[in-house]
């Protein structure tokens, strides 16, 4: 389109405003015009904080001759012809009034050449008047100079903070727009010093290294979600990164967030964000994320702030939620690929964690030390160590007990029902196999020995299987033909009666191989909670959390289901369906 004077009506419609009130603010008008003019690569000198010199080099479509003037003029714009036409904006710019603000309080040197046009055009201008106009030679694209920057505004130029304040505006402004670009390759260089360059090379990962350091992007996870706005219609798609819980600052200044590509500042989409760490940090500690929001243009109106760093949303609420579930499900779903000291600090039992666990004292006790006794089940250890694994399921908050079988609990991502039975032994199994492999599985001395007597098929099966007894730790003597002397048992069944147990263990046995395997899962079989058993809240929840780090949560060793999850979706599709 070419470049037009706005009508009456609609310069009437959009928010107007002083827009330049730094040598930032400047910086980010020419980059958005940069990049609304198609270029590839954008560079950015500066010289003293940009009170001396502020310089952006871009190779896009460039301005024809003929149109020169007309851009310095006052809602000159190519992007908006129309007020309709701001309900579908695709472009950062459409007042036509960033480059005669500025040129009005500085020195301005443009020089361009469009692309469809053999020579290009050099314009200088001094406080906002042409001062020469001349035909030259140049590459396609524009540079425009800005010097001596609020020369003529002396008010101005005395509320500029030190150089050292307002290039580090202009450094985050550049790292803003080359995050929300990744395929268009920026450079800074502030006093002959290069510090920034991005490749262009389209990868957001790459970019956000380079703008937060490798340390800070090591901590991050990606988080990338497709959220359904209306099923089949429009979308709302929140990528980006997010960092892990080990990871924070003392303020919001790291949330950074762009909607359509536009840098924006919104307390509530912060607030968001913010609220996805709930449990995850401690108070006044806060995430840095960088996070493209990417919606229908008519779900967002820009024109309400002069320098567009504020939005509203036709459904805030849906924008909110959007983001605050999809870094949420981004750190849920990184415990499982993050490293166990990230995730000690990321979900283990800092004192938030605990909380977020909504914990009673007593259990917290109970998982924090070791003295399992105080829990009124032993058959429900804690496990020292067993928090210190990757976590499998999210944190889940136990709500109750249904028919002294299925533990009810909620996670983010919805409702879980789980078998406690099944849950249980999937638990004891595998803290089974840890034990083995760190050196034996913990067994305890019976505080009286137990005499059993077999029957002669269960007493053959214990002769041919006494290694792989004794592989568990059992201390079994020979007391007669079909009796056995137990004196130490593994400790998860050190408190029953071996005759309870040790039948059901042999039977499960003598139907199948005896293997390691096999006597380990029927040890897991016979030690886990009953079906029918009421079990504490604190019980419960120890239990939960010990399932949520399980290698194989969903199954029990014996391969019987151990949970069912019904995700928000489903729920709200139930609920709807008449
Ligand atoms: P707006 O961006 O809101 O249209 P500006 O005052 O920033 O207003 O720019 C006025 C016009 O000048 C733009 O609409 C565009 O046509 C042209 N223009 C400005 N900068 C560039 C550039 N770097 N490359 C090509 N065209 C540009
Ligand atoms: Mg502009």
């Not at 910086?27 to 003019?37: S, T, Y």
């Not at 580090?168 to 002959?192: C, E, K, N, S, T």
């Not at 919606?295 to 909110?320: G, W, Y």
């Not at 909670?529 to 199954?555: H, K, W």
Request: with cysteine.
């Amino acid at each position: 389109m070419p470049i037009e004077l706005l009508p009456e009506e609609v310069i009437g419609r959009i928010a107007a405003g002083e827009a330049i009130e730094r040598p930032a603010s400047v910086v980010k008008e020419l980059i958005e015009n940069a990049i609304d003019a198609g270029a590839g690569s954008v560079h950015i000198e500066v010289e003293a904080g940009g009170r001396r010199l502020l310089r952006v080099t871009d190779n896009g479509a460039g301005i024809r001759h003929a149109e020169i003037e007309l851009a310095f003029k006052r809602h000159a714009t190519s992007k908006l012809r129309a007020v309709e036409d701001l309900q579908q904006l695709t472009t950062l710019g459409f007042r036509g009034e960033a480059l005669a603000s500025i040129a009005a309080v500085s020195r301005a040197t443009i020089v361009t050449r469009h692309r469809q046009e053999e020579m290009g055009a050099s314009l200088n201008l001094r406080g906002g008047f042409i001062e020469r106009l001349k035909r030259v030679g140049a590459p396609a694209g524009t540079v425009v100079a800005i010097e001596n920057l609020f020369f003529n505004t002396p008010a101005r130029l005395a509320f500029l903070k030190s150089d050292a304040t307002e290039k580090r505006h202009i450094h985050w402004a550049v790292l803003r727009y080359a995050m929300a670009y990744p395929a268009i390759a920026f450079g800074l260089r502030q006093d002959g010093r290069e510090r920034f360059r991005s490749s262009g090379g389209g990868e957001l990962a790459d970019v956000v290294a380079n703008a937060l350091g490798l340390k800070a992007f090591r901590s991050m996870v990606a988080v990338d979600s497709l959220e359904a706005l209306k099923p089949g219609r429009s979308r709302i798609q929140v990528a980006g990164f997010a960092s892990l819980p080990s990871m924070s600052r003392a303020s919001r200044d790291r949330i950074i967030l762009f909607v359509n590509g536009r840098a924006i500042q919104d307390s509530a989409l912060s607030h968001a964000v913010t609220q996805a760490y709930d449990g995850l940090l401690k108070t006044g500690a806060f995430p840095v994320a960088v996070l493209l929001i990417t919606m229908p243009p008519d779900l967002v109106d820009v024109n309400v702030h002069p320098t567009k760093a504020e939005v509203r949303f036709r459904d805030s609420q849906l924008v909110f939620v959007a983001v605050q579930r999809a870094v949420r499900e981004a750190l849920l779903g990184a415990a499982d690929a993050a490293p166990a000291a990230d995730l000690w600090s990321a979900t283990g039992f800092t004192d938030d964690a605990v909380a977020y666990h909504n914990a009673q004292p007593a259990w917290r006790k109970a998982s924090a030390d070791d003295p399992f006794d105080d829990i009124g089940l032993d058959s429900i250890p804690a496990g020292a160590d067993a928090p210190n694994r990757p976590r499998t399921l999210p944190v889940l908050r136990v709500v109750g007990q249904v028919g002294a079988a299925y533990i009810i609990a909620e996670g983010p991502a919805g409702l879980y029902l789980i078998d406690q039975n099944a849950a249980h032994e999937r638990v004891l199994y595998q803290e089974l196999i840890d034990e083995s492999a760190n050196g034996g599985v913990e067994s305890a001395a019976l505080a009286e020995s137990q005499t059993v007597l077999l029957a002669p098929d269960d007493a053959e099966t214990l002769r041919e299987a006494s290694d792989l007894f004794a592989q568990l730790s059992f201390e079994i003597e020979v007391f007669g033909p079909n009796s056995f002397l137990i004196r130490r048992a593994p400790r998860i069944v050190a408190r029953l009666l071996a005759a309870d147990y040790l039948p059901r263990m042999l039977e499960s046995l003598r139907l199948s191989r005896k293997t390691a395997e096999r006597v380990t899962q029927s040890l897991a079989t016979v030690a886990a909670v009953r079906s029918g058993q009421i079990m504490q809240r604190e019980e419960m929840q120890t239990l939960i959390m010990q399932l949520e780090r399980c290698p194989a949560p969903f199954v029990s060793p014996s391969g019987q289901k151990t949970l069912i999850h019904l995700s928000r979706e489903e729920l709200a599709d139930e609920f709807r369906r008449s």
